[in-house]
Every structure is written in C-alpha cells, then in structure tokens.
C-alpha cells in the first residue's frame, strides 16, 4: 500500500498528510496526477482564511516541494517534483504577465541598464590598468600611447569574460544568483576585514591592509577554483582528496573562514610591523572622529543606539527563527 505525502517541515499547522488516497500497484502517470490534483486541492483549503473555516497556516506552495510516496516495504521514493530553472522565472513572468508594450519597455530597460554596467566596467577596467599599472612602468608616453594601451584592455576584459562563462555555470550549478553571491563571498571578505579593522582599531597599517587582502584574495580564488574543478560528488570534475574536500565545502561558510582568516593576516602583519602616525590616522578611524568631531558626537544619542538595537534585533530575530524552522 502506497501512500503520498509531502514534506510537513515546511507546512506550518498542516500536521495531516495532503492526500489520503492509497495505491496498491505502481504508480504511473495517471496516479501522479491524482496525487497532484488531491495536493493542490488540500494546500488550496489550507491556505484559505481562518473566517471561512480553514486552518490558515502558512506554507511554501507544493510546486517548490517535492511530493514523495511510502511502499510497503517502508522505502520512499520522489514522485513528482517540478524542475524549475531559477534563470528564467524573471523571463517567464515577463513573457506571460505583461501586454506587449510593458514587455518591450522591460526588456529595453533592462538592455540599457546592461549596457551601462557594462560601459561602466570597461571603461574602469582600463582606466585602471593605463593609469594606475601601466603609465608607473611606462611613463612619459604620448596621450594616444595611453589611449591605445587603454583600449587594448578593454579588449583584454571582453575575451576574458567570453572566456568566463563556462566557469560559471560550472560554479553556480545553473543558477546565476548563486554564482553571483559564491563569487561575492569570495572577494568581499578581504575587503570587508580590511574595512572593519581600520575603521575601529587605530593599530592597522598599511602592510596589514595589504596582506590581508592579498593573501584573502589568493584564498578566495583557491577556493573558487576548487570549486569550479573538482568535487567529490560531481561526476564531471576531477575527485582529488583534499582539493575536492574545498571545492565541496559550502560557500557560505567558506565566506566566513575567508573572513576570520584575512583578519588574522591583517592583524599579525601589523602587529610586526611599525604602527602608523596619529597623523595618518587623524579623521578616517572611528576613534579619532568620535574624539575630535562634536557633530558626530551630538548626532549620535540614545534614540539612534536604541533604533540601531531594535534593527540588529530584527534582523537576528528573523535570522534565528528561519534557521532553526528551516533547519
């Protein structure tokens, strides 16, 4: 005797299973529909509102949930489970909700907005390069010397990013968002540390902000290259014992350690190396604006730290109330 059910971890206040239908043979595709329709028609009612006599509980729609079927034998199997392509529910929405006219102004604002980051990221791209790397190895070359060098790598940044789109699809598993916050969580870091540390501690020098991003760049593109090219799971990447023990470890925690570990390295760089002048430090450390600043000091009273509180409390609240119901 088989019977459905569908995974009540996520279904607040729904304790009974969404069918009570049972089968006896195996299933096939006229049973699956059943079991479907039977559960859309109970997450229907248990959805309604509580002044119409149902239970009103809360839960994630069945289509993002698998329904799963018990055997005789105690074994349970998947039956349905719709496979949803995270990159196209924005396309799909807009190619079926929207008239034509809206359809074309979304997808020419969005052509516009590509296009600006794009500019945006090419120009800065060799900006960067001419002025800050090149022109300190080659100085004294003729503004169209520059301007050549600058569109050379702007041709360079293109061919790269041509070049680096298999890896990330190998990196987001098919899901650009997830791609975007593994490659985040891998850069942000270092940066983050090197940030916090010099905004709220005066001992920070140059040499620590310089290894600390450094080598937590160098650790985040270890990781990120683990990532895209072994794995002890995925048949198509190379199974190497301790590289894959990185790529397979989750990103968000890997964001973490990438976190802890760049704060040492800019912690110990300067602790052994010479602290920097109060004149250096003079108005860009939390300390010396705080001291020398009435503004900041009279901005800053006991409604804003209260308002600040009740934020972090949120947000915790939330964090901590999603983790353990989720989990």
Not at 21 to 40: F, L, V
Not at 64 to 69: F, G, R, T
Not at 109 to 122: C, P, W, Y
């Amino acid at each position: 005797m088989i019977g459905s059910v569908l995974d009540k971890q996520y279904n607040k206040g729904l304790a009974e299973e969404l069918s009570s239908k049972t089968y006896t043979t195996e299933i096939g595709s006229s049973e699956q529909r059943q079991i479907i329709t039977d559960a859309n028609a109970r997450l229907k009612a248990h959805n309604a509102p509580t002044s119409e006599g149902a239970q009103g509980g809360f839960f994630i729609p069945r289509n993002l949930k698998k329904i799963e079927v018990t055997g005789e034998d105690g074994q349970v199997s998947q039956v349905y489970q719709l496979q949803v392509n995270g990159d196209q529910v924005f396309p799909s929405l807009v190619k079926t909700l929207l008239p034509a006219g809206l359809r074309g102004l979304i997808v020419a604002t969005l052509l516009a907005a590509l296009m600006s980051s794009l500019a945006s990221l090419f120009n800065s791209s060799a900006s960067l390069f001419t002025v800050d790397i090149y022109e300190k190895l080659r100085p004294g070359k003729s503004q169209g010397h520059y301007v050549s060098v600058g569109r050379m790598a702007t041709a360079a940044v293109v061919i790269l990013g041509l070049l680096w789109i298999p890896v990330m699809k190998m990196v987001s598993g098919g899901g650009l968002y997830q791609y975007l916050q593994s490659v985040q969580g891998y850069l942000a870091p270092p940066i983050t540390a090197v940030f916090l540390l010099g905004l709220f501690w005066t001992r920070i020098n140059a040499a620590g902000a310089v290894w600390g991003l450094g080598g937590g760049f160098i650790l985040g593109m270890i990781k990120l290259t683990s990532q895209t090219f072994f794995s002890a799971t995925d048949a198509g990447k190379m199974d190497i014992p301790v590289l894959s023990q990185i790529g397979d470890f989750s990103f968000l925690y890997a964001t973490g350690v990438l976190f802890a570990l760049s704060a040492i390295m800019v912690v110990v760089a300067s602790l052994l190396t010479e602290p920097p002048s109060e004149e250096q430090i003079k108005g860009i450390t939390y300390h010396s604006i705080k001291n020398e600043d009435d503004e900041w000091n009279t901005s800053w009273d006991l409604g804003n730290k209260l308002l600040a509180a009740l934020v972090l409390a949120i947000v915790l609240g939330m964090y901590l109330y999603f983790s353990f119901w989720l989990g």
